[in-house]
């Protein structure tokens, strides 16, 4: 069993930055792949940024390449997402989600544990 805690979220303008942490626990946190995701008002949840077990490997969403970047340390059993140059559109709950597996998927429905979320909201 692993819990996940994301912290990090908040209200920043446009253009502006953010960084989101995903704080494990309960199990090696090594032993995992690593996933972002986030769902807006009315939207079905998507997905953001993925991470291999040991942070040499990881994938973005199309809209999200060059602007986010993930990453993790291991010794701190947390996850990371830099999220810079922010857009109204990145607006959602940002979710950080872990995979029984040391290699990461898009697939939501591949993740075995799941966080609470945390809110991100970009202004115009």
């Known amino acids: 069993q692993v819990q996940l805690v994301e912290s990090g979220g908040g209200l920043v303008q446009a253009g502006g930055s953010l960084r989101l942490s995903c704080a494990a626990s309960g199990r090696t946190f090594s032993d995992y792949a690593m996933g972002w995701f986030r769902q807006a008002p009315g939207k079905e949840r998507e997905f953001v940024s993925a991470?291999?077990?040991?942070?040499?490997?990881?994938s973005y969403a199309d809209s999200v390449k060059g602007r986010f970047t993930i990453s993790r340390d291991n010794a701190k059993n947390t996850m990371y997402l830099q999220m810079n140059r922010l857009k109204p559109e990145d607006t959602a709950v940002y979710y950080c989600?872990?995979?029984?597996?040391?290699?990461?998927?898009?697939?939501?429905?591949?993740?075995?544990?799941w966080g609470q979320g945390t809110q991100v909201t970009v202004s115009s």
């Open positions: 991470v291999n077990w040991s942070g040499g490997f990881t």
């Open positions: 989600a872990a995979r029984t597996s040391a290699w990461p998927t898009s697939r939501l429905n591949e993740y075995n544990y």
